[in-house]
Nanobody
Framework: QVQLVESGGGLVQPGGSLRLSCAASRSIFSTTVMGWYRQAPGKQRESVATVTRDGITMYADSVKGRFTISRDNAKNTLYLQMNSLKPEDTAVYFC?????????WGLGTQVTVSS
């Protein structure tokens, strides 16, 4: 079993920034891929950004150029730097880690972008 704990969410004004963190209870070096997902009220969960063990990143079109995903294997932590936030970024953000073939999810952290 792996526990993932997200932090760093909160209320921010449009145009602001937040950095989300996801701390894993087990070494993330052996993960094949880690990612951030989000779910807004009344909508399905969607992929925001992913990063492979080799450092290959992928982003949703809606966040390209604004969000940056990174992983620190030494700290067993995944990050999501979010800049130029928009109201439509409001959602619960979840961290996911794939220790092949199993996926583990955190409980999420709320991000609210509002003036």
């Amino acid at each position: 079993q792996v526990q993932l704990v997200e932090s760093g969410g909160g209320l921010v004004q449009p145009g602001g920034s937040l950095r989300l963190s996801c701390a894993a209870s087990r070494s993330i070096f052996s993960t094949t891929v880690m990612g951030w997902y989000r779910q807004a009220p009344g909508k399905q969960r969607e992929s925001v950004a992913t990063v492979t063990r080799d450092g290959i990143t992928m982003y949703a079109d809606s966040v390209k150029g604004r969000f940056t995903i990174s992983r620190d294997n030494a700290k067993n932590t995944l990050y999501l730097q979010m800049n130029s936030l928009k109201p439509e970024d409001t959602a619960v953000y979840f961290c996911c880690a794939t220790y092949w073939p199993d996926d583990y999810w955190g409980l999420g952290t709320q991000v609210t972008v509002s003036s």
